[in-house]
């Protein structure tokens, strides 16, 4: 069982940045590949990236590609996201997400453990 809290969120201008973090609880951290999600208003929750238990393999979306980077830190059984050169579309809920998956699913059906997610608002 894993418990995941997020934190790091918050208001910042486009063009900025924010680093996100969620905390772990639970002695199988280790073994889980982690992911972060967004949610906007009214749209589906969607994939951001993911990082394998090693750190060894990591998968990003698209639209973050280039701009984002996922890491985990074991001994801190943390894992983070570094959000540079925000948009205004990058706005939504951000959850952190955790599964046994020995791959990076961007699918989020494949995620049982989930934060409750921080606000993330990039201002034009």
């Known amino acids: 069982q894993v418990q995941l809290v997020e934190s790091g969120g918050g208001l910042v201008q486009a063009g900025g940045s924010v680093r996100l973090s969620c905390v772990a609880s639970?002695?199988?951290?280790?073994?889980?590949?982690m992911a972060w999600f967004r949610q906007a208003p009214g749209k589906e929750r969607e994939f951001v990236a993911a990082i394998t238990w090693s750190g060894g393999s990591t998968r990003y979306a698209d639209s973050v590609k280039g701009r984002f980077t996922i890491s985990r830190d074991k001994a801190k059984k943390t894992v983070s996201l570094q959000m540079n050169s925000l948009k205004p579309e990058d706005t939504a809920v951000y959850y952190c997400?955790?599964?046994?998956?020995?791959?990076?699913?961007?699918?989020?059906?494949?995620?049982?453990?989930w934060g409750q997610g921080t606000q993330v608002t990039v201002s034009s």
């Open positions: 997400a955790g599964a046994t998956t020995g791959w990076t699913s961007p699918n989020r059906y494949d995620y049982p453990y």
């Open positions: 639970g002695r199988t951290f280790n073994s889980y590949t």
